[in-house]
């Protein structure tokens, strides 16, 4: 019970924490000071409180889109295993459902882009549609390695417990998966080298170009639906990437927000030291992705 | 007990009764010349009839789980003719019946009598004997009888298809379909003659009796997924489907695509039945042909601009999903697994009714954009959700669920059929195992497409602004149309938010498929955890509605301003600027090229000051235009020779007769 | 069998993705020099130690790792390419057909009537993959320098396999093998060099103009 409360604490919580250290290293690598670390924590209560501006040309689909994106992605938080903790809510097939929720977040966002009207956003939406079609198969190979490595069919046991295991029986396999799952982590997630989250030009966007014409506690929604997103997907990488457990409820829950943080921090060393691809590069980055997963499924099949 | 034998139970009366109405519906309007309206009323009345007698037999079938046979013991030259009722095929009648009552409402409003007094009566009687043809086709209990309706069910759909005969690309479509069908159902016709050897007649065999290894049952596996994939539209062998669709009235394209379709899906698993004993290439084979037909068909999908067309080919998609299921039933049993058996055909099953009522629901959503705008072409379109909220509502309703997504039915069945992927890989062996691994990537890719396909869709259509004056003069449908969207979507919820009743449902179907499986202990609830996607689906909507508070009076207590889209500081942007289905698309059909085959024409541009052009791209289907078409252009090119046969000498042809008769005679000999 | 071998057999079938993915000659070469470096290295991890081994790695490491590669790279700096720039199927595509091989290597290598010894070993689906996917570098691209890294793959694969048998294997045939491969890839720089020179191109599509 304790760690259901701490577990849905945390999800509510900390996912602005890790865009704000995502910002802070970006700034150290550059050599600035940066905005402070609880910056993203201001932006959405100062979004909350501001006014909003409308397209005349949008419907309640452009309103619905944030909101039922926000509650997807929280209800596929609920699935989620966070460090040696089981989820709150498990049962055997949830994988299937956690993929589909965020599929269903991406419906509304998309088609909340389109509601504009906008070429932009119609452009943004068409990068997010297709890059995820490439995405997702990755993911479910991963998934399917998982799936036979622990021998269960829900994310809990799956990233609970056999994970360390299987990082000494078929730690090649475990290797190919998890760097298929980051590549799949920045791609959800639009991060450097796939979508610029600070760029200003239009053209080149992916996720922000989709949410140019929202504005106040919607644009706050999206935000922080965002940051729930890195933090799930997140979570969902450093259960395999970094299984460690010393058994004891409170340091294991140290231990894990410390995972976590050390991943904000690698994904602004990645942001810091890599160029953004090319778009027609993205569909050979993600294609590897696949390709690696499969190669990791192949192996634990054999 | 008294118009009917004896050996036919309550619900088989229901049922046959019901058959009957819809059969005979169309025969009023054929002479009522003077008033058509009355005619198509009624027609549309004794459908909605028989549709309930039909539905209410049928659910009273599989609640009682009981088995009904009668043979009509009439000297005809085949031997006695069999029909009867079993939770297989009222399964089977179910979408049958909601589908057809609601198109048949529907047609009332899209093809109102009043205004075409001249096909409408025709359109009436044809759509009422397809309803009862695809009513009866479950039924049949022999080769014969099965073929008898199977050939109503083709032509009465062809006649329904061509109604706009004057139009030269529906006259096309038409005799595609034609010709395809007819193959399709060649194939058929040497499936039962297989069957029959051994045997003495055409009857049906009990389930699992047959043995399934050996060359002839290889022969009627390969020659009944032949003419059944083509009857269903299986990848290399859906060439009919996406004009056929297209062309024909929306009503009618929505009981094509949810319902006719699904018979070539019934035929298989029926005739899959028979067999005790399945090798796994059988599974193999059907897996294959599943994950192939799912992410080409939507590939082809998301190429399309005209709408009905993209729709076409997401029932290939469907379908491929629903082949997917039966190949996961099929490797579960050749490699002893009954869990695997069980969420396979149950996914399959559950697919076969889900996809009827959301392909349904999005084609007769397209029907009401088509009739009032007078075009297919999605980048003619836009704007629609102003101007038809209920439209467009209902049709978000059938895309969200089409796309598999939480909390509509779609994900249901597709979450079956993952499970059954996930739990052949966990614990299978043997061959299967890779593509069991491979297929479940391959499901989620046709999901990513399918969304892709659908935002695309839904975007273009409903949402922004309308891109010709034609689409901002649209308005929404009378309730006559409005009524069985409004049905089918509810009907679409429900199954998503509420599975934990299917079970009871599904499981008698699935046990007279297998009655092994009823031995082997494992209920459906037990292999699968529906309850949970309840819980889940309530969470989320519960979720979404408390943000949706929350953000709402966030909204109302700060100002608010209305303002143009941001149009990064270009002064005079038009409507005509918006993206287009064919923009959003493009970046995928790029991708997918090597297959897809996309054309374009643009403009060459020679001088400093180039002049306006034109620029146009599209899809073509791939199979039929680079494939089929060279191929028996070039057979008609070498066989010029045998077509000195065909003269017109009528002796000649009556010298054919003999000929061949005598050759048989001697072959006897 | 060891995990370190196994982590490294499996990093050799990534480097046959490299190989396919990537458009860069630089890469490629580079790629495959690491992946004869790692083969170089494979036999002491799984034979025991001799110093016919030790002559054997050394050898591998000298001639895949360093010299053929440099050769390599000398031609393409020469021919002034650096890039394959249309090979007949794109890298997308031919990168799934490598993966489609490379599940179909597993599967043939299951078939296979192996020692029971060697069964269910890594080796022999990463030989039959690194195989299969040097033929499928030598089909697809069209430059001669691309070839030759096909072949280079192509040999890498038969050199896998063979691993299983290095014992019996004498240190002359393995030596007269590399210097067979060194004579060929000298011999096709040299041709590389003289081609580019006379026709501006080493488009080996468009050789197909000498066959008269």
Known sequence: ?302 | MDAFPAGLTEPARLVITGTLLMGASGLPGLFLKKSPTEGQLCAALLVVLGSLMGLFGALATILTEQTATYTLASTLPFGPCAIGIDPLSAFFLIPVCIVAACCAVYGTGYWPAAQHPRTAPRLSFFFGLLAASLALLPLARDGVLFLVFWEVMALAAFFALATEDWNREVRDAAKIYLVVTHIGTLALFATFSLLRTGGDSFAFPGAATLDGTGPLATAIFLTALFGCGMKAGMMPLHIWLPGAHASAPSHVSAIMSGIIIKMGIYGLVRILSFYDTVPAWWGIVLLAAGIVSSILGVAFAVGQHDLKRLLAYHSIENIGIIVMGIGVALIGRAIDMPGLVLLGMAGALLHVLNHALFKSLLFLGAGAVIHDAGTREIDRLGGLGRRMPWTAALFLTGAVAICGLPPLNGFVSEYLIYLGFFSGVVSGKGAAVPLLGLAAPALAMVGGLAVLCFVKVFGTVFLGLPRTTEAAACHEPGWAMRGPMVFLAILCAMIGLAPVALPRFLEPALFTWNPQLAFAGEGLADAAPLGWVTILGALLVLMALGIGIVIRQRLQAAPRGTTGTWDCGFARPTTRMQYTASSFAEMLVKLFAGVLRPKSHQPEVRSLFPVGGTFASHVPEAVLELVITPLLTAADRRLSLARRLQHGQLHLYILYIFVTLAILLAWAY | MNTVADQLIVLVMLINFAALGTGRLAVAIRAVALQGVILGILPVLIHSFSWHLVAITVGLILAKGILIPSLLTGAITKARITREMEPFIGYVPTLLIGAVLTALAFAFAAKLPLAPAHQGLLFVPAAIATLLTGFLLLVTRRKAISQVIGYLVLENGIFLFGLLLTEAMPVMVEAGALLDLIVGIFVMGIIINQISREFSSIDTSRLTALKE
């Not at chain 1, 409308?54 to 989620?80: E, K, N, R, Y």
């Not at chain 1, 089981?86 to 993929?99: E, I, K, N, T």
């Not at chain 1, 993205?282 to 390709?291: E, K, N, R, S």
Request: aromatic share 8%; proline share 5%; hydrophobic share 55%.
């Open chain 1, 1 to 302: 019970m304790t760690d259901a409360v701490i577990h849905i604490l945390l999800t509510l919580l900390m996912p602005p924490l890790l865009l704000g250290i995502i910002g802070k290293t970006k700034a150290l690598f550059a050599g600035r000071v940066g905005a402070p670390i609880l910056q993203p924590y201001y932006d959405l209560a100062k979004l909350l409180r501001k006014g909003s501006v409308f397209s005349d040309t949008t419907t309640w689909v452009f309103q619905a889109g944030p909101v039922v994106t926000l509650a997807a992605t929280l209800t596929a938080s609920f699935l989620i295993p966070l460090g040696e903790h089981r989820a709150p809510l498990s049962f055997s097939g949830d994988m299937v459902l956690f993929a589909y929720l965020f599929g269903l977040a991406r419906f509304c966002t998309t088609a909340a882009a389109l509601d504009t009207g906008s070429s932009f956003e119609g452009m943004g939406a068409a990068r997010e549609a297709t890059f995820a079609c490439l995405a997702e198969p990755a993911l479910f190979f991963s998934l399917a390695v998982l799936a036979r490595l622990s021998g269960s069919l829900s994310l809990t046991p799956m990233l609970t417990g056999t994970v360390a295991t299987s990082w000494l029986n078929s730690g090649a396999s475990i290797l190919l998966l998890g760097g298929s799952l980051f590549i799949v982590l920045l791609v959800e997630n639009c991060r450097v080298p796939f979508d610029d989250p600070t760029t200003h030009l239009e053209l080149t966007m992916i996720h922000e170009v989709m949410v140019l014409d929202h504005s106040g506690p919607l644009f706050g929604v999206i935000l922080y639906g965002a940051a729930v997103k890195l933090f799930v997907l997140g979570a969902l990488f450093t259960d395999i990437a970094l299984p460690y457990a010393t058994g004891i409820t409170l340091v294991d829950w140290g231990l894990f927000i410390v995972a976590m943080l050390m991943l904000a921090i690698g994904i602004g060393v990645v942001e810091s030291v890599m160029a953004r691809l090319r778009i027609v590069k993205v569909p050979q980055m993600l294609a590897a992705a696949c390709i690696l997963a499969a190669f990791s499924l192949l192996l634990v099949l054999r």
